[in-house]
């Protein structure tokens, strides 16, 4: 066999893309990363805007993941935690349902309010105690969430008023399809961890991750347009680098065009990012709308949870939307952010929005999809497990090890 220029090349320089390129220098291959971006990162990417760190949406990361324990140093990316529990406007209040553990102290008020029925909780106990190790595989052999939670009895004021519009942020979809094994996952996960901002965005992930990747001999290079991929190596500007086998970790959007393989349907959100003056509570709790009164689905005092993005002791506010509600205005945003919190949007100044068409991919019952694209071709990315940063994560990983069986 003709001597190639690599023994991998990895397109995309995401999480998922940095761990495999990791876990393949490791194993004494020559590695060659490359990125259309000008910086590493893929979907976590954060710039500043007037002294403020804005990620490119809102993301969370659960030092919980039980990839993240293996491939990051936690420690180092310094997180900042979530309250446990959300704050949920409900008939023009706010209440605060609170994880018992961890907040014992506000136990008597999530118990005290009508949003929380004993019929519920006895609902939401049995679908929780449900096996998710398929999910975790990416092997879904579940039912929709939707159809899960009825089996359950789960139909009160719990599952409308809180899961609900909950789940639609973190799933970027409010139909109920999305698989209920995958979701008893999340749930499991925001059990054990708290989700948490890094004191310098969600970028110093993986930043931290590439670094990692050429500390063991991995070549990434940026701002590199790969045009196709297939089994002799990657064309660029119509010359081919050949590699012994190649690892497509890009979005599921990009991942077709690339290897023409099958699309994969995605989900996408919007987020906007505020400035007030003062920040309108001083809570670390994400807030809801459990009225369901406009477009904004959570909303959170970033600034309160990690004070490094703001410059100036200023609030920086975010703002959830799914981008399949339709165009939102940045006033209609403004106006529901404010209303949530119980201020007036004319405390709210607009810093920066993300209309973010590619935010998740779909994960619905039965859902399968392979690593191994062709002889040579292998896919990573949170499409190919579950969309999360753990499933990219564990793609890639996975995507690495693949290769490395190969004889």
């Given at each position: 066999m003709a001597s190639r220029d690599y023994d991998v090349i990895i397109v995309g320089a995401g999480i998922s893309g940095l761990v495999a390129a990791r876990q393949l220098a490791e194993a004494g291959r020559s590695v060659l990363v490359l990125e259309k971006e000008d910086a590493v990162g893929g979907r976590q990417r954060t710039r500043d805007v007037d002294g403020y760190l804005?990620?490119?949406?809102?993301?969370?990361?659960n030092p919980s993941y039980p990839s993240v324990k293996r491939f990051v140093d936690i420690a180092a990316l310094d997180l900042h935690p979530f309250g446990s529990g959300a704050l949920?406007?409900?008939k023009g209040e706010l209440h605060l349902l609170a994880h018992p553990a961890r907040h014992p102290h506000h136990v008597v008020s999530t118990?005290?309010?009508d949003l929380v029925t004993a019929a519920d909780i006895k609902a939401f106990s049995s679908w929780f105690g449900k096996a998710t190790a398929s999910a975790v595989r990416g092997r879904d052999e579940s039912v929709s969430i939707g159809e899960a939670w009825d089996r359950a009895g789960l139909t009160g004021p719990l599952r409308t008023r809180v899961l609900e519009p909950f789940l639609a942020g973190v799933v970027a979809?409010?139909?109920?399809?999305?698989?209920?094994?995958y979701v008893q996952f999340l749930f499991r996960m925001f059990a054990l961890g708290r989700p948490s901002l890094p004191s310098r965005g969600i970028q110093a992930l993986p930043n931290q991750m590439a670094?990692?990747?050429r500390r063991h001999g991995a070549e990434i290079r940026t701002n590199i347009t790969v045009d196709s991929c297939a089994d002799e190596g990657v064309r660029i500007s119509?010359?081919?680098?050949?590699?012994?086998?190649?690892?497509?970790?890009?979005?599921?959007?990009?991942?077709?065009?690339?290897?023409?393989?099958?699309?994969?349907?995605?989900?996408?959100?919007?987020?906007?990012?505020?400035?007030?003056?003062?920040?309108?509570?001083?809570?670390r709790f994400i807030a809801l709308d459990g009225d369901r009164s406009g477009p904004v689905l959570n909303t959170a005092v970033v600034s309160n949870v990690a004070p490094s993005y703001s410059p100036d002791g200023t609030a920086l506010i975010q703002a959830s939307a799914l981008l399949s509600t339709g165009h939102v205005t940045d006033q209609e945003a403004a106006d529901h952010t404010a209303s949530i919190w119980g201020i007036s949007s004319a405390d709210l100044s607009l810093l920066a929005r993300d209309d973010i068409r590619h935010s998740l991919p779909e994960q619905r019952p039965g859902t399968v999809r392979a690593t191994r694209l062709s002889e040579r071709v292998f896919a990573a990315g949170d499409h190919r497990a579950t969309p999360s940063i753990e499933g990219a994560l564990s793609a890639g990983a996975r995507a690495a090890s693949d290769v490395l069986s190969v004889r």
């Open positions: 804005i990620d490119r949406g809102f993301q969370l990361l949920v406007r409900d118990l005290s309010n979809t409010d139909d109920l399809s999305t698989s209920s094994s670094a990692t990747a119509g010359e081919t680098i050949s590699a012994d086998h190649v690892i497509v970790a890009v979005g599921p959007e990009a991942l077709a065009p690339l290897t023409g393989s099958e699309a994969v349907p995605t989900l996408g959100l919007t987020t906007w990012w505020f400035r007030g003056d003062e920040a309108p509570s001083r809570s």
